[in-house]
């Protein structure tokens, strides 16, 4: 008995057979229902724009039967009511509703049957404006937060999609070099996930990472196979290969403009190659992406070339020019003894061991002064070097260190001490050097919010080094012959547009805004190009606006999603990553990186 | 032999759209030849509220609340349509304690909305207190849907892919104690239904529908099964239907007295079906979602308590649907009704538009023309 | 006849089948659809349950931290309260109670 009844399981009602008809032939086929038996269901008639398109359901043998016909506006249908009487309600509505004209019909209520509002009144739902229906999209939090606004709930999806090459094209939409962000960015993003309320954000970054590392495995290069737009004859001067000017010369490039990039060092690469150590950012990757992307843009890239004049550069026939010259002026000690020998500020020591692949004698024992990812840097650095005592002063508390958590919890593992509230007093020449320091305690706040440290009463301290490391900041210093206005910091004056006080020339990246990050200088590159275009003539490049043509939506599975763990970045043992600058992360496996992925909640869904 | 000529005089005069027995607005104009109704003119339209526009305008995943509110008594066979449709459009299959579930929910709808209507019914015929009676009855069903999910009328539980709430061991328990005791109470009201001369002095012989009428003017529900024709959507087999052993009530006498005890029976029925579906109901999910957007051409056809409704659902792959079409049963019933309505007398009017049970909520949801010419 | 003595004793000696609502409550049954209490620790105004919801009785300030919900435009399906991802809505058990004048309740961080 169960068998029989499950065997009559229901029978799908969908659309079963479905004639064309039009007002000629309408007749025949329903003369050939009435025939056989047929019922009438009702008639639906749709707006299609220019026509309408009335649809006839008839119902025989438990099956539904469709006739579709097309009528243009003005032309009069013929009724069936002849035939089956009954047709009349509906023909009455869509003849007051639509406007859909029929001849003969048996009652006719002559467009009183249903009362229209004659105006818009009030309805349960949200009104609508105009015949297009609303669609509420947004950008999602970590978007927001990213100062190049990358879409990143798009790369997201492609990344568990498996489409890597897509994941790869988003990113470069908006921040061009995948590949080094996925190793050294600070991740605004990844603090912005909503998920980071229990304390389980994305993994952002690695995941980008992996489309760049993907990507290269499955093309065998980071090269694209990307057209350029047509050539507009204009010429542009890029000043400074670093993230900044790298940006900006392949947006420029590739909106058809022809580039110069003019880069002081033998190698391309700015702050990203003297400043990020090689255990995190590896410098054939580096070098591969941004030849790859140079390429892609038909740039002249001419390093070893060191711009002193402006003037005479511009007398070579650029149309405009854009300076992203970084900073290298590093900040002084000030305090006696900093000229000592044994005394190096980071930009000397950092630029020795990552350009010229030295590796300089530190000593046993070294102290960094500083508290900011380059003093991070230099203190892993010279643990690599085979310092085995490296202490770092710090003079404020480890709450207010400017530098990004994971650094400073990777130089703990690596046995790197911290000294919290101490400061440099005098450095007392000799072999090894001797630093007094004075302890400090917290004070009032100073203007940036943070409590100003005051002196201890009676707190001194000595320590012996064989190497001190100074890594308190650094600033921009314009060289004169630029001939632009600088402010009293020495960063370029630019206004909204990136433009300086000098015609033509345009500016960005930690020439104009002091020392920042990488994927704000990227930021800046392609704002400035889509300006620089502008004044060439050009179009401009396009804001960060969400894709209305393109509908998301929430997974189906979410409590699954919820319940899956956080994926934890693979990484180096501590005792064996301080014998080689080897890279300290790995990237993520296929399976760990789409499950990573699919826990995306999508913010930027439709409504 | 004088030919005597007779001066008719018709008077017509209108019906509604506000009366007693009504429970929602039509007006009927009758044109009467001295109590003797020769001409019936329909007029609609006032409970019209643009619901087909409004269901293309929002997204589609909000609508089965929009849908449910087409009609307070059909409700829950409106949500699980709408449900159907968009299952059919995002190829979704649906648990099959889901589909249990939503067939004990709906006869519990259908029992609740017949209850109604013979509360209404009798006190149309002039029978108040059987229609407090009734009513009284109806609460037993009322809190148990309280029990259910929350609300007494709308449960609001069909969610795309199956349904969001779920019943334990102790729920189900108490349905079967409410369905005993609901069906001790309609024994106790069966005689009056089923013996008492002064009820049927009313019903028996009037609006009589003869059966190849009743086919050629399209009714459906309890309207047709009462002129002897077998014409149930629940034999399609959709949801759990098709393990369930039933068949279409029907009675030969095609006129208001058998329709009234074809509703009265399909109570029993339901009461059965309830009990018999709860029994089977197996353990398993209850939803199965995706992430797909609805796209093609869809056709539902439901049996709601006063008929078969049907939905048809266009879609094209974004949130918004292009096009929704529902035909409620109350709709393809007014003709009949016109017809029936004939040769019939003033005071027969109540009992013979009742007995079609017009829901005109459900009838009047016709595209909305926008003002701004579309 | 003994029929309609019986009926009539019946109903004569049986309590009342209707509740003197306001005064007098009917029986509460446990998980009724009530009204809704946002928790605003939880909440990160994202704006889904604004956008779900089908009558529009959620309104949201992002910068200043409130929501503005309205009982009497509220439907009480509480799709909000499933969708909400941080949970930081949670329904209450009540039936809500009649006012005299039409006010939106507000929740403040």
């Known amino acids: 008995m169960m068998d029989q009844l499950a065997l009559r399981t229901q029978t799908e009602t969908g659309v079963e057979q479905e004639t064309q008809v039009s007002p000629e032939t309408l007749f025949l086929y329903v003369n050939q229902f009435k025939a056989q038996g047929a019922r009438f269901i009702t008639i639906t008639t749709r707006d299609m724009g220019d026509d309408f398109q009335v649809i006839y359901h008839f119902e025989k043998d438990n099956q539904v039967y469709n006739l579709y016909m097309t009528v243009e506006k003005e032309k009069v249908v013929p009724s069936i009511t002849g035939l089956y009487s009954v047709a009349f309600i509906a023909e009455n509505e869509s003849q007051d509703l639509l406007g859909l004209k029929f001849s003969d019909m048996n009652i006719d209520f002559g467009g009183k049957m249903f009362k229209v509002a004659p105006d818009v009144g009030t309805c349960l739902l949200k009104m609508v404006d105009g015949p297009r229906p609303p669609i509420m999209r947004k950008l999602s939090k970590c978007t927001e937060e990213c100062p190049a606004m990358v879409d990143i709930p798009r790369y997201i999806r492609q990344v568990e999609k498996g489409d890597v090459e897509g994941a790869y094209n988003t990113i470069i939409d908006r921040a061009p070099l995948p590949a080094i962000l996925g190793r050294v960015c600070f991740a605004p993003c990844q603090e912005g996930c909503r998920q980071e309320l229990e304390t389980k954000p994305i993994q952002i970054r690695m995941l980008k990472r992996y489309a760049a590392d993907c990507f290269k495995d499955q093309n065998g290069g980071l090269l694209r196979d990307v057209e350029r737009k047509p050539s507009t004859g204009k010429r542009v001067a890029v000043v400074g290969g670093g993230p900044a000017g790298v940006s900006a010369a392949y947006y420029l490039g590739m909106l058809g403009h022809g580039v110069t990039l003019l880069e002081k060092g033998k190698t391309l690469g700015g702050a990203m190659l003297w400043g990020i150590p090689k255990y995190r950012l590896p410098k054939d990757v580096m070098k591969e992406e941004i030849e790859a992307r140079m390429t892609e843009a038909g740039v002249e890239v001419k390093p070893g070339v060191e711009v002193e004049d402006l003037g005479d550069l511009m007398a070579e026939g650029y149309d405009a020019c854009f300076l992203a010259v970084g900073a290298e002026k590093c900040n002084s000690l000030r305090c006696e003894g900093e000229e000592s020998e044994g005394v190096i500020n980071f930009i000397d020591f950092l630029t020795a061991v990552n350009v010229r692949n030295e590796t300089p004698d530190v000593g046993r024992r070294v102290v960094v002064i500083g508290g900011g990812n380059s003093a991070m840097d230099s203190a892993r650095t010279a643990r690599r070097l085979g310092a085995e005592e490296v202490t770092v002063f710090y003079r404020r508390t480890e709450d207010e260190m400017p530098a990004s958590i994971d650094e400073v919890h990777g130089a703990v593992e690596e046995g790197i001490d911290f000294d919290f509230l101490s400061t440099q007093l005098t450095i007392h020449p000799g072999k090894p050097l001797r630093i007094e320091y004075q302890y400090m305690v917290p004070g009032e706040p100073d203007e940036s919010g943070r409590r100003r440290p005051v002196p201890m009463e009676g707190g001194h301290g000595f320590l012996e080094a064989d190497t001190v490391i100074a890594a308190i900041g650094y600033n921009v210093m314009v060289p004169q012959g630029f001939d632009v206005e600088v402010d009293r910091r020495g960063r370029i004056v630019i206004d909204d547009d990136y433009r300086t006080s000098r015609e033509c020339v345009y500016a960005g990246g930690d020439a104009a805004f002091g020392t920042s990050n990488v994927i704000s200088a990227l930021r800046d590159g392609r704002a400035a190009a889509s300006s620089i275009d502008r004044f060439l003539g050009g179009e401009g490049l396009s804001e960060a606006e969400p894709d209305m043509d393109e509908f998301v939506q929430r997974q189906a599975d979410l409590d699954e999603i919820r319940s899956r763990r956080q994926a934890k970045i693979p990484e180096m043992d501590p005792v064996e990553r301080v014998k080689s600058f080897e890279e300290i992360e790995k990237v993520f496996d296929r399976c760990t990186a789409e499950r990573e992925a699919g826990r995306c909640w999508r913010c930027d869904w439709n409504e | 032999m004088n030919k005597q000529v007779e001066e008719v005089k018709t008077t017509v005069f209108p019906f509604g759209p506000q009366h007693p027995v009504l429970p929602e607005p039509i007006q009927l104009r009758f044109v009467v030849e001295e109590e003797e109704i020769v001409d019936v003119i329909p007029q609609l339209g006032y409970v019209h509220r643009g619901i087909e526009k409004a269901i293309e305008l929002n997204d589609y995943r909000r609508n089965i609340y929009l849908c449910e509110r087409i009609c307070g008594i059909c409700n829950y066979m409106h949500g699980m349509a709408y449900c159907e449709s968009i299952e059919k459009l995002t190829d979704t299959m649906v648990p099959l304690r889901a589909k249990y579930l939503r067939t004990v929910w709906s006869e519990l709808g259908r029992l609740q909305s017949h209850l109604l209507w013979l509360g209404l019914f009798s006190e149309g015929v002039g029978f108040e207190s059987l229609f407090m009676q009734i009513w009284r009855i109806r609460e037993i069903v009322l809190e148990l849907n309280e029990a259910t999910a929350g609300h007494r009328i709308h449960l609001s539980t069909n969610v795309i892919g199956g349904v969001n709430m779920d019943m334990d061991e102790g729920l189900v328990n108490r349905y079967y104690t409410d369905m005993d005791r609901l069906r001790k109470e309609m024994d106790t009201l069966a005689p009056v239904f089923y013996k008492d001369k002064a009820f049927q002095e009313k019903q028996v012989g009037k609006g009589v529908l003869p059966k190849k009428d009743a086919v050629h003017l399209g009714a459906v529900g309890p309207t047709i099964r009462g002129s002897g024709i077998p014409q149930d959507m629940r034999k399609n087999y959709y949801e759990a239907y098709g393990f369930l052993d039933f068949e279409p009530v029907t009675y030969d006498g095609d006129d208001v007295y058998s329709r009234t005890l074809v509703r009265f029976d399909e109570v029993y029925q339901s009461i059965d079906l309830i009990e018999a579906a709860l029994k089977q109901m197996p353990e398993g999910p209850i939803v199965d979602k995706n992430d797909r957007f609805p796209d093609g051409v869809a056709i539902v056809r439901v049996e709601q308590p006063r008929g078969e409704c049907f939905y048809y659902a266009v879609g094209n792959g974004t949130i918004h649907l292009e096009r929704m079409r529902i035909r409620t049963p109350t709709l393809p019933n007014i003709p009949p009704l016109l017809h029936m309505l004939k040769g019939y007398e003033i005071s027969d009017i109540p009992a013979i538009v009742h007995s079609i049970d017009p829901c005109m909520a459900c009838a009047e949801r016709i595209t909305y023309v926008d003002k701004g010419g579309q | ?109």
């Open chain 3, 1 to 109: 006849m003994p029929k309609m003595l019986d009926n009539i004793l019946r109903n004569l000696f049986s309590k009342p089948a209707t509740v003197r609502y306001p005064f007098e409550k009917p029986e509460h049954v446990p998980g009724t659809r009530g009204e809704l209490s946002f928790d605003m620790s939880r909440c990160d105004q994202c704006q889904d349950c604004e956008r779900l919801c089908p009558s529009g009785a959620i309104k949201v300030d992002v910068e200043g931290k409130r929501i503005e919900w309205d009982p009497y435009k509220c439907m009480y399906c509480h799709l909000c309260v499933r969708s909400c991802m941080h949970e930081a809505i949670t329904p209450l058990d009540n039936v809500q109670p009649p006012g005299y004048r039409l006010e939106k309740k507000v929740f403040e961080a």
